[in-house]
């Protein structure tokens, strides 16, 4: 794969092999300076896998992960290890680890809109609150790349929107890269510049363009969210064998799957063609 000259990370024909089988492999994808980048695919289909590969958390058994140098990264992850019976107030939940000035701090709850927030108890935050707070902590590090581990887990759907345009300000104001994943995302936001789709490797890629708006959509969420909102889709015609072997659609077994596999349907970005 070519280096991408901006890109922040680039994880090349990548695996990751882990009791005898390959949780991820031949995964190549990369996240540029001021691009959102989502993973999607279904439980299990390596998308934390990768995103720490890309972090450079675990290293790839095969295959390459390179990062900029001196590059600065805020991680929110799925699930935080934090004692919530402890009392945790959100300023000093901000605090908690790294280096953050209190006016960084102040200015990040304002920027994800959660000022109010600043002296409520951690553990009393409801979902999309919480994530408005963690969102705030990673800004405030001003990263070059910001990794999103199932960043609208618990919120609701106006949520979700809100969310969404609250990363794509992020990015506007600090011009960093983000890693976003979802486990089943079908909704992503129309400022998602590239959409990775994983089964245990890269079944398809590019931008979001196969829109496919419900009406009922539109007249749940208005115009504004119908302009923020499209639909990925594709079909898988394969299928991962717990062997790591691939069944394909015409039934026949082979070790790899093949360029050819047909996840290719949707039109790959043709500037962006490095999956
Ligand atoms: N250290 C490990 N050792 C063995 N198997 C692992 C390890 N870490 C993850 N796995 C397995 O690798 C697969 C991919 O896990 P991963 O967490 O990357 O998936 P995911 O797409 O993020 O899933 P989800 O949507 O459920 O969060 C899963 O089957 C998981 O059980």
């Not at 910001?146 to 990015?171: M, S």
């Not at 990775?196 to 496919?212: D, E, I, Q, W």
């Not at 208005?222 to 394969?238: F, I, P």
């Amino acid at each position: 794969m070519l280096q991408r000259p901006d890109a922040l990370v680039t994880l090349d024909n990548a695996g990751i092999h882990r009791g005898g089988r390959w949780l991820v492999r031949g995964i190549s994808m990369s996240v540029d300076a001021g691009e959102i980048v989502t993973l999607i695919g279904p439980n299990g289909s390596g998308k934390s896998t990768t995103a720490r590969m890309a972090l450079g958390l675990i290293a790839p058994d095969e295959g390459t992960a390179s990062r900029r140098r001196a590059i600065r990264v805020a991680y929110v992850p799925q699930k935080l290890t934090v004692d919530w019976t402890l009392p945790l107030k959100v300023s000093q939940f901000m605090h908690l680890t790294g280096r953050v000035g209190a006016d960084e701090a102040q200015a990040a709850l304002a920027a994800t809109d959660a000022t109010r927030l600043t002296h409520a108890e951690v553990r009393t935050l409801s979902g999309g609150e919480f994530q408005r707070v963690m969102l705030a902590r990673a800004m405030a590090r001003r990263p070059d790349l910001l990794v999103l581990d199932e960043p609208v887990q618990g919120v609701d759907f106006t949520g979700e929107i809100a969310l969404y345009e609250l990363i794509g300000r992020i990015r506007d104001e600090l011009g960093c890269g983000v890693l976003l994943i979802s486990h089943d995302l079908h909704v992503v936001m129309a400022a998602t510049d590239r959409v990775f789709c994983l089964n245990g490797h890269v079944c398809c890629s590019g931008t979001p363009k196969s829109v496919a708006l419900s009406p009922e959509y539109r007249a749940l969420f208005g115009n504004r969210a119908a302009s923020t909102l499209a639909v990925y889709e594709h079909d898988h015609d394969h299928t991962h064998l717990a062997d790591g072997r691939v069944r394909h659609a015409d039934g026949s077994i082979t070790d790899h799957c093949h360029p050819d596999d047909g996840h290719h349907h949707e039109e790959p970005d043709k500037e962006r063609s490095d999956a």
